[in-house]
């Protein structure tokens, strides 16, 4: 197993986060736009997330509204 690296490609606004050069077999969609990319063992190797950038910027937009309005998750501060 590889280590760990990032590969962002700007044109596409696509993020792949690469756990392992094993080749993919099966994805699995978590989310809209983001996808766990799994070996022939069912083991991840990756995860992709399409418009990456709308992405990253509305998680950080919520999470900073959370934190501005004290909102709680899972019982816990934000």
Known sequence: ???F????????????LVLSEDPEMQS???????????NEKG???GIEILE????????VLESM????LGLQT???PV
């Open 52 to 59: 990456a950038s709308k992405f990253f910027r509305d998680y």
């Open 5 to 16: 690296h990032m590969e962002y490609f700007d044109k596409e606004d696509v993020l792949l």
């Open 74 to 76: 899972a019982g816990k």
């Open 65 to 68: 509204q959370a934190k501005l």
């Open 28 to 38: 699995i969609e978590l989310f809209p736009n983001v996808t766990a990319e799994l």
């Open 43 to 45: 083991e991840l190797i």
């Open 1 to 3: 197993m590889s280590e």
